[in-house]
């Protein structure tokens, strides 16, 4: 791995000064490439860390437009970008932070061979999606090109996140927590239902800490467990995930050859 810059050293120190992080850490993060889908409620603070934190390549997809509803939460977009592609807002304001990442908007819904490909072309995969089609999608994508992927929701004052490493076969994957999406009338999204930004921030930040150590070559946290945040009492809790023998998704599970 190339020796770090004396910008490099100044501008990553805080993080490089952490043990368990090191100069070593942050090569593995500048030689990395991430894939982060959707860059609203929750990609928006997790592509500012990814960025902060040195993360090489960032691919951030999104076809949606930014609104002025967003903003409360959606911290990467501002008033003067409304009406852009929210994944070109991301990239803008990304470069302003740190010019050194490499950031490749996508101004569409990736789905398909389309989705494939750039879940292949990345290491990991942050899923910061809103709707349980695209998280099935992302998942099944992950599945077969063996990424980690770091998923996480927010509505109202609650949100969870954690972790599929899928470098291995026999863990859980994201269907056998939901093995089928509620009904379309079932679903609540924040537009019907409301959501605390800071919540939204929290879950964020979150998924970018999972996805930094991993990248890092920290494997402690996530994975294997449900994160549960409930913002009105401020309680944290974790639950353990198995796989489900009958999961659509792992159970007939082929990799890519």
Request: glycine share 10%; hydrophobic share 45%; proline share 5%.
């Amino acid at each position: 791995m190339p020796e770090l810059t004396d910008a490099q050293l100044d501008r990553y120190g805080r993080q490089i000064l952490l043990p368990r992080l090191g100069v070593e850490g942050q090569q593995r993060l500048l030689g990395s490439r991430v894939l982060l889908v959707g860059a609203g409620g929750l990609g928006a603070p997790a592509a500012l860390y990814l960025a902060g934190a040195g993360v090489g390549e960032l691919t951030v997809a999104d076809a949606d437009a930014v609104a002025v509803s967003n903003l409360h939460r959606q911290v990467l977009h501002t008033e003067s970008r409304v009406g852009w592609n929210k994944a070109e807002s991301a990239a803008a304001a990304l470069y302003d932070l740190n010019p050194e990442v490499k950031v490749h908007p996508l101004a569409e819904r990736l789905e398909g061979e389309g989705l494939a490909d750039a879940v292949a072309a990345a290491d990991l995969v942050v899923d910061a999606s809103d709707n349980f089609d695209t998280r099935y999608a992302v998942n099944a994508a992950c599945l077969r090109h063996r990424r980690t992927l770091v998923t996480g929701a927010v509505i109202r004052m609650e949100g969870q996140v954690t972790v599929f490493p899928f470098v291995a076969e026999g863990g859980p994957c994201y269907r056998c927590l939901y093995r089928e999406a509620p009904d379309a009338g079932e679903t609540e999204r924040c537009s019907m239902t409301g959501v605390l930004g800071p919540v939204a921030g929290l879950i964020g930040t979150t998924m970018a800490a999972e996805a930094i150590k991993r990248l890092a070559g920290i494997d402690e946290g996530l994975a294997g467990r449900l994160l549960l945040v409930d913002a009105l009492a401020m309680d944290f809790r974790t639950i353990r995930l198995a796989r489900d023998p009958q999961c659509p998704a792992c159970s007939a599970f082929q990799p890519a050859s």
